[in-house]
Every structure is written in structure tokens, then in C-alpha cells.
């Protein structure tokens, strides 16, 4: 089965819009066991949409449309999908229906530019869209059949799960039996890790798939039949073992989440204590809902005055030492935990650059130090060749895998590939 | 001149990539009066490659292909260009020189697949890449001209500025002169602005975008032709005057640059007290290299006990009026900037949601306090209707834009349009 998709609309085309509809609907389609064979963008002009639809309906098996169902008057879609097809549009007496008691049971009438979403081609099949006024449709032309949905993520991600994939299993028999298993490196960039896994033979039936996304490349293996089901755990657990440190988590989306969700769930508290990494750590966990719960504060002591004043570091260790040191670290991190008695604290301080670096101590040099209320874990990593964000961005995941490992009971210092480790201590604290 | 644009490769077709070169590219264009009639994406199979490349070629005028010139086996950019003209591929000796004594300087060999990207479709126009081993090329087909950049965005943003540009502008003859006038907004929605500024008569020669990025919608105002931009400083006035307050800057590309390069100019300081923002307001000023010449501090004060104990909010005033107040608001604020004597600060504190909101306070409830040496101004909004994420965004947003204004001498408490104030006032500090 041949599936395309195509994207309509000016500021989809024009990159005012990123187009995240597209990435879901791929990303979606993998899960399900299926391949997006093309995907065309086209903008808002009558023309171009009809001989996009006369086009492709000769060669893809099945057609998603995504956009222009509005009630503006640059929303073309049904009516460029009747004129390719040579047919009227008709007005839809249900949906119609539908949307004028939509409006009077909120005490208003239906503006007249919403009449123009209750035309559809004759001999669409109406698809119903619970949260939006836009109905989605599809026709037949040509050898595809062509489904309309709307622009609004989320009415098009309802009408993809609800209606377009119970739709295509139906017409064009069940896939067979998937599975898919996601894995969360750190460290490695895409094309490390594709050639450290190619080594492995790959079952028949299980594909790998690579998303970057800072601080992580997430590594999808999807298995289709039952054959490669079977096979998968075996397969997971050679790649596990290939990756080794650089997995952060196999059942959480990131590193924040897990550690959110496992402190939650320990009822223990955090503070955090930032310098180079500026607020990001502590955003990262304020990001989800319930965080109130354990992070009792973030302090980015960026100044080394607030170093002293609010974290109690000691001048002489900052005179000594710098603001950028392991004794500083380790200063921040148990002067934030003591100042409220929780039971972890984080710290970082480190040179994100592009300025501020030394040949002793250089751009991509962070000290990043977890306590707890008997011992203290510090060490310092050399984010090389990374720019400003990244070395915040890959300061937070390590400081956030520390913490997930101590969690854990495991062991917060590992070697992670690709992130050089200078030196680190473990301290007992008195 | 009809300008078309093909992406080519799975990651991208099937969305583990999202496709920001493209969105650059439609950008860029636009900036140069030039409008992408149609983008379409492939993946990586020969044959694929093929078919697109001969049917966009018999409609185009310039294609702009991105990805498949880098060195392993599924980068088949190039033998599909020579396939799709039916010639063979040849080796620039040139390139190859250029390759291997790139590899010479470094003391090493060049890998064996390298020499691939060294073969061109013969004929084929090679475009020099200054910063990477895949060389662009240019082929001419059918009618149009494909122009072939790598994937790797650095390469192919340097690789459209100084070669597609000065190429199109000399090929298909000097475009006309242009000028593109940026308005960055917060409060509205993208079709609300859209709304309001159809009302306005629109010189000919003039367009407008809109890119909506949280916080701001961004309004780019384009003028081509003598004409138009000689009406554009007054048509520009027009705009800025619709928007009002919504505007918040017209000379950076964000409210957070716009406060960076402000304070930094001033030479003042600044602490930041952070309750439901949780370092997100800190951290978008950290992202600037620089900041840390005025940014003393960021205390994200979750739990009321920090509060207290960070910022010396009274315990009275935390009992009375609750950590969501206006009165708890100004002594974060106050606390803040006494802790280090800096020359402002500034605080959040409110209900980010889902969850913690009530009849008196709801969820998206949030107060926000600047102060400088003799005076706090303190405002409560109301961001109903927007998730945690955008509840924090938004606050951050109305945060810098206090500040903005008081660096600026004006008033820093002002009406925004769908950014509801609830209370506010302004205190004299002794």
C-alpha cells in the first residue's frame, strides 16, 4: 500500500508554520507498521491543489490531506477536491445540523462564513471531527482514496487515530501484529550509534529508527510479525548492551521525565543549585505538573556573591579555587540541599561560552556535583566543540542521569561515550 | 519563475527530522521577494529520486534539492541526477584534490567513502562548499535547473546565501530592490492580528506574514519595487499603531533579546525571583553569551519555606495573602534585589495548572513584580485557556516586557490585548 500525504497552505509552504503535522503523521504511520512514501506541500492557490489531487491519486493507494477546511476564503480543499473530481459541492444537511446546535446551545448563531464547512463533494464520505467545525471527508479518485483533514493538530490527530487508521486497516486488510520499543541515549550523535548497531545482525521484520533531539538520540526498534516480536527482546537486549551508559531510560520520552517520575514517586525532595546551566535544569523539572511536589527551589547563583549569600559557598574556596571548581561545586550543592534539609541537592558551574575560557580551565569545562545527606558526588566533564546551548543542554542531562542513577541505587559517576570526564570525587559528608 | 524545493532522505519523509531547512529555505526566499511554489520530500529509493526529479523538471524553473550528497551508500543524490539526465557520473579531479589535501593537513587519510562525493553527473556545474566534503552542483533538466545542497544545515544555509541567490539573481535576472520590516507581538493570535490589520488599505507592492512563535507572533512586512518601499515607513506607522502595546519590539528577533541587549547596555543589574516561571525567565537570559554582566542571580523559590528563607518574604505576609499575591509577588521582588543590592528585579509567582487552581485563584492566575531602588510595580494577569507551558512562556514574556519598558522610561504596567490584568498597583518603596 502506497501512502502519501499532502500539506496545504501558504504558511505551511512558506516555513511560517513548521510543519509538525507531517513529523506526527510519519512518526504515527511507523508505529502502526507503516511507510509514508511521499509528502507534497502546496500552498492556498485553486490551481496547484487540483492538479496536486489529479497528480498523486495515479499513483498512491491512499492520500492524507492536511489543511484548508476552514471557513476563511482561502480554505480550498473541498472545493479543489469536487472540481478535480468534476462533481458539485453539496451541502451536508448533518453537519450542518451539527454545528447550528453547536452554536445555539452556546446562546449564539452561527457566523455565515461556517456554512462554507458543510460543503463537501457530492459522494463524500463524510469523517466526523469531534472537537473542531471543520468535518473531514474523503473521495475516491483516480486508483487512491483521498482523506481530508484539518490543519488544527489537535482535530487532526483525533481524526488520524480514530478515523484514518481504523479506516485504512479495514479497507486494505489488518497489518500484521507490531511492537515498538523506544531507548534514550546521551553521548552518542545519530550516525555513532547506526554504526555501532549495524554490527549487530538484525532479525528479519525489526527495523531501527534514529530521532535526535537534545540531549538525546532516541532509538525506536519496531518489530512487525510475529516472527520478529518473538526475536525482539533478544534484539533489545544486544543493543542495550551495546549502548551501555548511554542509555538513559527505555520507558520514560526523556531523562527529565524519568527523574521527575521517580522522585515523585520516592517522596523525597530536591534543590538545585545552577550556574552555567542558568535555570534550565530547574525548568526542565518545573515543565511537568506535580513538580511542586519534591523541587523545593532552583537557585542560579550566577554572581559569585549569590554563590556566597545564598548558597553559603566560602570565599576562600572561590578565591582559592574559582567560581569554576570542584570545591565549588560541592560547596553549591550542599549549601542549596542544607538550606532547606532536602534530602538531594544538584549543582553546576562551568563555562558555556563562546567567551570566558582559559587554557586551565576552557569553553565546555562543567563541574556538575550531587548530594545527598551523607555524600557528596562531583565531576568534571569537557563538552567539546558544543555551542552555548548544548553545553547547557548536555550539562542538565548528565546532572539529571546522576540523580535518576542515585534513584536507582546505582552508581551516579559512569563513563558516558563522547563526554570526557576530567576528574571526580566522592565525599563523605560529616 | 516558478521555484520549487525537494527534500530527499527517510529521516526527514518520515519525521525523526524535523525539516527546518526547509522552513529556512521558504524564509529566506521570501525575504528575497521570491515565493516556493511547491516542496516536496522523498525518501532515499533510487527510484524515487528519479521519477521527481524528471516530473518537477518539466514544470519548474529552479529546483532546489536538499540532502543525499553525503558519503555512505544511501546517499544517492547524484547518481539520480546523472540516472534522471541519463549520463554517467565523473569525478571532479578538482574536488578530489581540494578532499584529500583537506585530509593531508590533518595528518590523515581520506576514508575510502569519501570519494564518492567526488563523482558528479557529468555536465553537472559544481557548487563549492566551503565548509564541508559534499560539493553542491548544479544540472540543467528538462527545463528547469536543479541546484543540489547538502542536508547538513550549516553547509546548506552558507551554500543558498552565497551561491542559489547571487545564481538565481544572475540567471533569471535582477529581481527588483526589496525591504522587509520585522514587528514582534505578544497577546494576540495570529488570525486576530491578521483581522485587525486587513482592515487597513494595504500599499500595492506590500505583503505581509505572520510567524507565530510563543510568545510573540512575529509580522514581517515586505515591500518590493521602488514604490512600495517608499510607502512603507508609513504604512509600518499604521501597523504599529494597530498593535499598540502588542508590539514589543521592531528591532529583535525576541522580548529576551531585546531586555539582553538593553541591559546590557545600561551597565545595570538585575536579580530574578521565580515561583510558578520556574527558571525559565532566568534561563532565557542566560541563553545570551554576556548575560552574566548583569544577571546576578535566579532563585527559583518553589516551596514557601524558600521563599522565606532565600528572599525573606515574611512568614505573615505568606499566611495572610498565600504564596499567590500580589503582596507575596512584591516581596519576592524586593527581597530579590536587597539580597544583592542589584539595580532591578523581578518576580513570578502564580498558577501554572493543570492542577492547584481555585474559584479565587484559577489556573493561569499570575502575578508578576518589578522593582528597581524606589518602586515596585506589581500586576496580576489572568492567562486563562493555556496549558502550564504557555502559562509560563506568556508570564516570562509580560516579566521582560515590564523591564523593557522601564529601561525604555516608560510606563512598565500596560494593557495588553488578550492578556486580561486582574489588579495592580505601585508602590513607593522607602
Redesign the interface.
Known amino acids: 500500500m502506497k501512502v502519501e500525504l499532502i500539506c496545504t497552505g501558504e ?1 505551511v ?8 503535522n ?6 504515527t504511520l ?1 508505529n502502526e507498521g507503516l ?9 492556498d492557490r485553486m490551481e ?1 491543489l487540483i492538479s ?1 489531487f489529479r497528480e498523486r491519486s495515479q499513483q498512491a493507494d491512499v492520500i492524507l490531506v492536511n489543511g484548508g477546511l476552514g471557513p476563511t476564503s482561502d480554505d480550498l480543499s473541498a472545493q479543489a477536491a469536487a472540481k478535480a473530481m468534476g462533481v458539485e459541492l453539496v451541502e451536508d444537511a448533518g453537519w450542518r445540523e451539527h454545528l447550528e446546535s453547536w452554536y445555539v446551545k452556546r446562546g449564539r448563531k452561527m457566523p455565515e462564513s461556517n456554512y462554507k464547512q458543510c460543503l463537501l463533494p457530492k459522494e463524500a464520505v463524510l469523517v466526523d471531527n469531534p472537537v473542531g467545525s471543520a468535518p473531514g471527508f474523503r473521495i475516491k479518485l483516480n486508483q487512491a482514496w483521498l482523506f481530508f483533514t484539518p490543519g488544527v493538530p489537535s482535530e487532526f490527530k483525533r481524526m488520524v487515530e480514530e478515523q484514518f487508521l481504523p479506516f485504512i486497516n479495514e479497507s486494505f486488510g489488518q497489518t500484521e501484529p507490531t511492537r515498538l520499543q523506544k531507548l534514550v541515549t546521551i553521548g552518542y550523535g545519530e550516525s555513532t550509534i547506526a554504526d555501532q548497531l549495524n554490527k549487530l545482525s538484525i532479525p528479519e521484520g525489526i527495523t531501527l ?4 533531539s537534545a540531549p538525546h538520540v532516541e532509538i525506536k526498534v519496531f518489530a512487525r510479525g510475529d516472527n520478529a516480536i518473538a526475536a525482539m527482546p533478544a534484539y533489545v537486549e544486544q543493543v542495550k548492551s551495546i549502548l551501555g551508559t548511554a542509555l538513559v531510560t527505555d520507558s520514560f520520552p526523556s531523562i527529565a521525565e524519568a527523574v521527575h517520575t521517580l522522585l515523585q514517586a520516592s517522596g523525597k525532595t530536591l534543590s ?1 543549585a ?1 550556574s552555567c ?7 526542565q ?3 511537568f ?4 511536589d519534591y ?9 559569585n ?2 554563590k556566597e ?2 548558597l553559603g559557598v566560602s570565599h576562600a574556596t572561590l578565591e582559592e579555587h574559582g567560581a569554576v571548581s570542584l570545591e565549588t561545586a560541592i560547596e553549591m550543592a550542599t549549601g542549596a540541599r542544607a ?2 534539609d532536602s534530602d538531594f541537592a544538584l549543582s553546576t558551574t562551568g563555562i ?4 570566558g575560557g582559559t587554557e586551565e580551565k576552557p569553553v565546555g569545562l562543567v563541574l556538575i556535583a550531587l548530594c545527598d545527606r551523607t555524600t557528596c558526588w562531583v565531576q568534571a566533564i569537557k563538552l567539546a566543540n558544543r555551542n ?2 548544548l553545553v ?1 543542554v548536555m550539562s542538565c542531562a548528565v546532572a539529571l542521569d546522576m540523580l535518576r542513577r542515585r534513584l536507582l541505587d546505582e552508581t551516579p559517576i559512569v563513563d558516558y561515550p563522547f563526554i570526557p570526564r576530567m576528574e571526580d570525587q566522592i565525599i563523605t559528608l560529616d
Not at 509552504?13 to 509538525?20: H, K, N, R, T, V
Open positions: 504558511e509552504l512558506s516555513g511560517q508554520i513548521i510543519d509538525s507531517a513529523a506526527w503523521f510519519a512518526n511507523m511507510e509514508l512514501q511521499r509528502k507534497t506541500t502546496v500552498g496547484d496536486i529508527g534514529y530521532r535526535p538545585i545552577e546551566t542558568g535555570g534550565m535544569l530547574t525548568s523539572l518545573v515543565e505538573p506535580g513538580s511542586s523541587l523545593l527551589q532552583g537557585l542560579v547563583t550566577y554572581a556573591d549569590a549569600k545564598i538550606s532547606l558555556a561560552g563562546p567567551d552555548r546551548s547547557r
